[in-house]
């Protein structure tokens, strides 16, 4: 089993900056992309940041310029810095990765959810 544990997150004033990580851990051979999604007040939820294992990103448009994903694959971690921080950007973040699990005859990818950190912006 997968397991995904983040940490971060807060309340701030907008414009100021946090953070947020998630690490994977269990029983699994590879992590590959890696990503981070929120779901708004309005409950819509978005795809907020996307890393591949070569480091490629892309960005949901509104937080292009503001928003920074990494990761660690030695330590099978991803990181999001959130800077300059909007009211719009409320909401709670999961990230969300692929793993290949199983046997070295039948491997197949899950995708497990992390639990979801709280982050808040104020005007």
């Known amino acids: 089993q997968v397991q995904l544990v983040e940490s971060g997150g807060g309340a701030v004033e907008a414009g100021e900056s946090l953070s947020l990580s998630c690490a994977a851990s269990?029983?699994?051979?590879?992590?590959?992309?890696m990503e981070w999604h929120r779901r708004t007040p309005g409950n819509v939820r978005e795809l907020v940041a996307k890393?591949?294992?070569?480091?490629?990103?892309d960005y949901l448009d509104s937080v292009k310029g503001r928003f920074t994903i990494s990761r660690d694959n030695a330590k099978n971690t991803v990181s999001l810095q959130m800077d300059k921080l909007e009211p719009d950007d409320t909401g709670i973040y999961y990230c969300n990765v692929q793993v290949v699990v199983g046997s070295s005859w039948a491997r197949h990818i899950e995708r497990p959810w992390g639990q979801g950190r709280q982050v808040t912006v104020s005007s």
């Open positions: 890393i591949t294992r070569d480091d490629e990103t």
């Open positions: 269990g029983d699994f051979h590879e992590v590959r992309d």
